[in-house]
């Protein structure tokens, strides 16, 4: 029995939800107007809304569900541990049997460099016990000066105290006294806005690279603990750098001398094709933060991985028998664990990151098609992740007035067209669809795509902004 379908009145949920419930990155009174858009059920690339409608899902949930809606092993994953052992806490040396092979079956999977597992709750919490351990490295090895972080500008790592910090958008740090004096961005690797991007890659990676060494140089060699960067930027925008571009700042950064942090919340798990965005490049950080795809959004789960160097570092760095005080009750939460083991084995064994392979031929191909819309600037995309970027004069890529909320418009249009997908900042539309997507509903993606672009297209205001 579904909960909420039963209950019958979508309105009258609505008004509790309105009257109590907080959401997430939300206008709060803006919220309390709207209302909330109710979800009742999910199925493969599909959802059921409140209301009865059917959508096609072109963005994961919050891209997440990369395995699909209503796998039952996962399910059945999650019933047998909580039957079992719902919950063993990690304090105290106690220790799961799904825990530690997880542990093990994360290690083998992400590069070799990264040995040391840390299961958190999510992605905020990763990035912010990622910072945790690199503070307390650097003061255990005995470089208390090294302190500063720099991240991407339009980066995102999630909303924790310091990790909303190094988020570079500017709603997280509005009102929140942020970013601290110790967090600093440089611009990203951004093809479309960059002048030679079109024509000369490499032109993008060297400004990266050199943007990094300068920011270094301005702080000081000796006082920049760690760089911090998506592979490709998702919440800013899905920022998609050339290819050679992560590789680049990892040699960097090893030059410079401070560690190379990979956030692979987003591209980790088949999102950009292989298992890792990291993988693609050879690249090995001396962290790496990962959750979502991790167990598909059907339980909270995250990690923080460390490589030997950092792990030994803190380990060596404490007395004998004193603890390292960070963690948390569900840390290595054995049911989060036993559900990341079953769809770790649904990538695998399952044939579902091979089946994002090829849905990403579609996918790119249903992309590149809108480049030629009146609309459309930019189609950009790595495996199954990928974004329009709206611009209402192509050849000088001017964008659309803010306040025509171009984006929002064309988001709630397709809604109302039967799909999902995301409207950021500065006209872009995201799109993150489940590794499980068929060619027929890529095709049918692109169809409802298009058509909401033509229609919200029609509209006079938006003609006249042309
Ligand atoms: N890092 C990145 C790259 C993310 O995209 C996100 C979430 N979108 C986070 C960290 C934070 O993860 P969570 O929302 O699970 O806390």
Same mark, same amino acid.
């Given at each position: 029995?579904n909960?909420?379908?039963?209950?019958?009145?979508?309105?009258?949920?609505g008004?509790?939800?309105r009257?109590?419930?907080?959401?997430?990155?939300? #206008?709060?009174?803006?919220?309390?107007?709207?209302?909330?858009?109710?979800?009742?059920?999910?199925?493969?690339?599909w959802?059921?809304?409140?209301?009865?409608?059917e959508?096609?899902?072109?963005?994961?949930?919050?891209?997440c569900?990369?395995?699909?809606?209503?796998?039952?092993?996962?399910?059945?994953?999650?019933?047998?541990?909580?039957?079992?052992?719902?919950?063993?806490t990690?304090?105290?040396?106690?220790?799961?049997?799904?825990?530690?092979?997880?542990a093990?079956?994360?290690?083998?999977?992400?590069?070799?460099?990264?040995?040391?597992?840390?299961?958190?709750?999510?992605?905020s919490?990763?990035?912010?016990?990622?910072?945790?351990?690199?503070?307390?490295?650097y003061?255990?090895?005995?470089?208390?000066?090294?302190?500063?972080?720099?991240?991407?500008?339009?980066?995102y790592?999630?909303?924790?105290?310091?990790?909303?910090g190094l988020? #570079?958008?500017?709603?997280?740090?509005?009102?929140?006294d942020?970013?601290?004096?110790?967090?600093?961005?440089?611009?990203?690797?951004?093809?479309?806005?960059? #002048?030679?991007?079109?024509?000369?890659?490499?032109?993008?990676i060297?400004?990266?690279?050199?943007?990094?060494?300068?920011?270094?140089?301005?702080?000081?060699?000796?006082?920049?603990?760690?760089? !911090?960067? $998506?592979p490709?930027?998702?919440?800013?925008?899905?920022?998609?750098?050339?290819?050679?571009?992560?590789k680049?700042?990892?040699?960097?950064?090893?030059?410079?001398?401070?560690?190379?942090?990979?956030d692979e919340?987003?591209?980790?798990?088949?999102?950009?094709g292989?298992? !890792?965005?990291?993988?693609? $490049?050879?690249v090995?950080?001396?962290?790496?933060?990962?959750?979502?795809?991790?167990?598909?959004?059907?339980?909270?789960?995250?990690?923080?991985?460390?490589?030997?160097?950092?792990?030994?570092?803190?380990?060596?760095?404490?007395?004998?028998?004193?603890?390292?005080?960070?963690?948390?009750?569900?840390?290595a939460?054995?049911?989060?664990?036993?559900v990341?083991?079953?769809v770790?084995?649904?990538?695998?064994?399952?044939?579902?990151?091979?089946q994002?392979?090829?849905?990403?031929?579609?996918?790119a191909?249903?992309?590149?098609a809108?480049?030629?819309h009146?609309?459309?600037?930019?189609?950009?995309?790595?495996?199954?992740?990928?974004?329009?970027e709206?611009?209402?004069?192509?050849?000088?890529?001017?964008?659309?007035?803010? #306040?025509?909320?171009?984006?929002?418009?064309?988001?709630a249009?397709?809604?109302?067209?039967?799909?999902? !997908?995301?409207?950021?900042?500065?006209?872009i539309?995201? !799109?993150?669809?489940?590794?499980?997507?068929? $060619?027929?509903?890529?095709?049918?993606?692109?169809?409802?795509v298009?058509?909401t672009?033509?229609?919200?297209l029609?509209?006079?205001?938006?003609?006249?902004?042309?």
């Amino acid at each position: 029995m579904n909960p909420i379908s039963d209950l019958p009145n979508i309105a009258a949920l609505g008004a509790i939800d309105r009257a109590h419930l907080i959401h997430p990155v939300s #206008a709060w009174r803006t919220h309390e107007q709207r209302g909330p858009t109710v979800l009742s059920s999910g199925r493969g690339a599909w959802l059921t809304d409140g209301e009865g409608r059917e959508l096609l899902d072109g963005f994961a949930g919050l891209w997440c569900v990369n395995v699909g809606y209503g796998q039952e092993s996962v399910v059945q994953a999650a019933a047998e541990q909580m039957r079992q052992l719902p919950y063993a806490t990690g304090y105290f040396h106690y220790s799961s049997e799904p825990a530690i092979r997880l542990a093990e079956k994360l290690v083998q999977i992400t590069p070799a460099s990264l040995t040391r597992v840390y299961l958190t709750l999510g992605g905020s919490e990763a990035v912010d016990a990622a910072v945790r351990f690199i503070v307390q490295y650097y003061n255990a090895i005995g470089k208390p000066a090294k302190k500063h972080f720099i991240a991407l500008e339009r980066g995102y790592h999630g909303s924790s105290s310091t990790g909303a910090g190094l988020t #570079a958008l500017p709603a997280f740090h509005r009102g929140f006294d942020l970013p601290l004096p110790t967090q600093h961005y440089i611009p990203s690797p951004n093809p479309y806005r960059h #002048a030679e991007g079109a024509t000369n890659p490499q032109a993008v990676i060297d400004a990266s690279v050199a943007a990094l060494r300068a920011k270094v140089a301005e702080l000081g060699a000796d006082s920049v603990a760690a760089f !911090f960067c $998506e592979p490709i930027q998702g919440s800013g925008g899905v920022i998609v750098p050339p290819k050679g571009w992560l590789k680049a700042m990892r040699e960097a950064a090893r030059e410079l001398d401070i560690l190379f942090v990979v956030d692979e919340v987003i591209t980790g798990f088949g999102r950009t094709g292989p298992m !890792f965005a990291c993988e693609a $490049e050879g690249v090995e950080p001396d962290l790496m933060t990962m959750a979502k795809g991790l167990t598909s959004g059907y339980v909270p789960m995250g990690a923080t991985m460390l490589s030997e160097k950092v792990y030994a570092g803190i380990a060596d760095g404490a007395p004998p028998g004193v603890s390292v005080g960070h963690g948390a009750t569900y840390s290595a939460h054995p049911v989060g664990a036993a559900v990341a083991l079953e769809v770790l084995r649904l990538y695998q064994e399952g044939g579902v990151l091979a089946q994002g392979q090829r849905g990403a031929l579609h996918f790119a191909a249903g992309l590149d098609a809108l480049r030629s819309h009146p609309l459309v600037g930019d189609a950009r995309h790595r495996g199954l992740l990928g974004a329009l970027e709206l611009v209402s004069d192509k050849a000088s890529k001017a964008g659309f007035d803010p #306040a025509l909320g171009l984006a929002d418009r064309i988001a709630a249009a397709a809604y109302r067209n039967g799909v999902v !997908f995301r409207a950021f900042a500065d006209n872009i539309l995201g !799109f993150a669809p489940a590794l499980i997507f068929s $060619e027929g509903e890529f095709v049918e993606l692109f169809a409802r795509v298009k058509k909401t672009l033509d229609e919200v297209l029609a509209a006079p205001d938006v003609r006249a902004a042309l």
